[in-house]
C-alpha cells in the first residue's frame, strides 16, 4: 500500500512497509487462541454456577451458607452440612464399599442408603421417605435438601420453609407461625381489598395483556382459602370482577368489623427497570405529592388522614411483618414507604397497600403470571397475618401479677 503526501507544494509517495506473515502458523494461533477463550468460558461458568444454600431464621438472619452441588436438576449437600445447621456435635461414618451412612446426633441414629429414598431414624424406629435419595459424587456421599427439610421439623421441633428459585431455607420456630392461643388472645377480621374491577377501572396491564384487576382478585381469593386453614377471619372487599367505589369498599371493612386492611395493587412505570415489591404505609407525616391547584380541595381528606395517624404503629407493625415474609421470597429487600394516602384514609384501623410488582418490568410480569409464585405470595401474606395476629396476642397477654 502506498500514500500521496503533500509537503510544501510538493507531492510524493511513500511505500508503505510491507508485513511478513507466515500462513503457516496462523491457524495455530487462531485454534490456541479460541482453546484460551473455551477454557476461560468454562472456569468462568463453573465459578458463576457453584451454588451455595442459605439457612436462616424466622426474621432473615443467615445461619449458614453452605456449598452445594447440581445433579439432574437436584440441590444436594455435604454431609458436614448437618454440623452446620442442625448439630455441631454431630458425627458421622460412611462405609463405602456398601454406600452405607450413619449419623449420630442430638441422641438419634440416622442411617441412610445411598440410592434408596427411606432412611431410618433410632431408637424411634421412624421411616422417613425423600422425594430425592442420597446419591454419590466425586467418591463422597451428598444429602439431597429434602434430608434437610424433613429432618430439621423432627429433631428441633422447627417448621421448615424453602424457596428453590434462591436455594434459601428459613428455619423458625413453631410458634412463630401459630397464634398464641391464651385466655387473652384477639379474633382479628382481616379486610383484603383487591384494588380495580369492573370494565372500566382495569389497572395496570402487562404486555402480555394480563391485568392488575385480575391478578390481585385471583391473590385475594388465594388468601381466603390459606387464611381458612389458619382459622383466620378474612373478607374480600370484592369477590367477583366488578367495580367497587372507595366508598363501598370502607363500608365493607365496617360492616365486617375489620381490624386490619390490606389493599392489594400492582406498580406500573415508564422505565421498564423499575421493579419490585413495595409496601406502602399510611403516614401524615410522609412527603404529599399533589399539584397546589389542588390541596383546597384535599383538606377534608387529610384530615381523615390524620385521624387515622391513630393507627400509625399497628400498621407499621404489620408492614414489618408483610416485609420479613414476603423478604424470603425476593433477591433483593423489600422497602415500607410512609405516604399520606388517601385510598386508606377512611380506614379507621391499621392499613397498609402491598404493590406486588412491576407490570412494567419484563421479570416482575413473568414472576406475577407464575402459578407457583402467587401461591408463594399467598403463603407468605397468609404467614403475614399471622406473625402480626401472634404479636397482638402476646402483647394482650396478662402477665402473672394480673392474674
Known amino acids: 500500500m502506498t500514500t500521496r503526501t503533500t509537503t510544501n507544494n510538493t507531492a510524493y509517495t511513500e511505500k508503505a512497509p510491507e508485513k511478513c506473515v507466515n500462513r503457516g502458523t496462523l491457524p495455530v494461533k487462531i485454534g490456541a487462541l479460541f482453546l484460551s477463550l473455551l477454557v476461560l468460558a468454562v472456569v468462568s461458568l463453573?465459578?458463576?454456577?457453584a451454588p451455595t444454600v442459605r439457612f436462616i431464621d424466622a426474621n432473615g438472619k443467615t445461619l449458614a451458607e453452605v456449598q452445594a452441588q447440581y445433579q439432574n436438576g437436584k440441590v444436594y449437600l455435604p454431609v458436614d452440612a448437618v454440623k452446620q445447621v442442625i448439630d455441631p456435635a454431630a458425627t458421622h461414618q460412611y462405609n463405602h464399599p456398601r454406600q452405607r451412612l450413619t449419623l449420630k446426633t442430638k441422641d438419634k441414629q440416622i442411617r441412610l442408603q445411598m440410592r434408596r429414598p427411606t432412611f431410618n431414624i433410632d431408637p424411634d424406629g421412624q421411616t422417613v421417605t425423600l422425594s430425592t435419595?442420597?446419591?454419590?459424587?466425586?467418591?463422597?456421599?451428598?444429602?439431597?435438601?429434602?434430608?434437610?427439610?424433613?429432618?430439621?421439623?423432627?429433631?428441633?421441633d422447627v417448621e421448615v420453609i424453602y424457596n428453590s428459585s434462591l436455594n434459601r431455607l428459613q428455619i423458625r420456630p413453631k410458634e412463630t407461625l401459630t397464634p398464641i392461643e391464651t385466655s387473652g388472645t384477639q379474633d382479628i377480621r382481616i379486610i383484603v381489598d383487591p384494588g380495580h374491577g369492573g370494565p372500566e377501572d382495569r389497572g395496570s396491564a402487562?404486555?402480555?395483556?394480563?391485568?392488575?384487576?385480575?391478578?390481585?382478585?385471583?391473590?385475594?381469593?388465594?388468601?381466603?382459602?390459606?387464611?381458612?386453614?389458619?382459622?383466620?377471619?378474612?373478607?374480600?372487599?370484592?369477590?367477583?370482577?366488578?367495580?367497587?367505589?372507595?366508598?363501598?369498599?370502607?363500608?365493607v371493612a365496617k360492616q365486617n368489623r375489620g381490624q386490619l386492611f390490606l389493599s392489594l395493587h400492582c406498580n406500573a412505570s415508564f422505565s421498564p427497570y423499575q421493579k419490585g415489591i413495595r409496601i406502602y404505609v399510611n403516614?401524615?407525616?410522609?412527603?404529599?405529592?399533589?399539584?397546589?391547584?389542588?390541596?383546597p380541595a384535599l383538606m377534608g381528606q387529610r384530615l381523615k388522614i390524620l385521624a387515622q395517624a391513630d393507627y400509625l404503629k399497628q400498621s407499621k407493625d404489620f408492614a414489618y411483618a408483610l416485609q420479613t415474609e414476603l423478604n424470603f421470597l425476593t433477591e433483593t429487600p423489600i422497602q415500607i414507604i410512609d405516604l399520606p394516602l388517601i385510598p386508606l384514609s377512611d380506614a379507621?384501623?391499621?392499613?397498609?397497600?402491598?404493590?406486588?410488582?412491576?407490570?412494567?418490568?419484563?421479570?416482575?410480569?413473568?414472576r406475577l403470571s407464575?402459578?407457583?409464585?402467587?401461591?408463594?405470595?399467598?403463603?407468605?401474606?397468609?404467614?403475614?397475618?399471622?406473625?402480626?395476629?401472634?404479636?397482638?396476642?402476646?402483647?394482650?397477654?396478662?402477665t402473672v401479677s394480673e392474674q
Open 46 to 49: 463453573g465459578i458463576a454456577q
Open 133 to 156: 435419595p442420597p446419591i454419590i459424587i466425586a467418591q463422597q456421599p451428598m444429602l439431597p435438601i429434602d434430608f434437610f427439610i424433613q429432618l430439621l421439623p423432627i429433631l428441633n
Open 206 to 251: 402487562g404486555s402480555t395483556g394480563v391485568l392488575e384487576k385480575d391478578i390481585v382478585l385471583a391473590l385475594a381469593k388465594q388468601l381466603q382459602w390459606t387464611s381458612k386453614q389458619h382459622s383466620i377471619q378474612l373478607h374480600l372487599t370484592r369477590e367477583t370482577d366488578t367495580e367497587k367505589t372507595h366508598f363501598e369498599r370502607i363500608q
Open 283 to 295: 403516614n401524615p407525616k410522609g412527603q404529599l405529592r399533589f399539584p397546589s391547584t389542588t390541596k
Open 348 to 366: 379507621y384501623m391499621p392499613a397498609v397497600v402491598l404493590e406486588l410488582g412491576y407490570l412494567s418490568n419484563v421479570e416482575d410480569l413473568e
Open 370 to 398: 407464575n402459578s407457583e409464585y402467587m401461591a408463594n405470595i399467598a403463603q407468605a401474606i397468609t404467614r403475614a397475618f399471622q406473625r402480626y395476629i401472634s404479636s397482638i396476642n402476646q402483647n394482650a397477654s396478662p
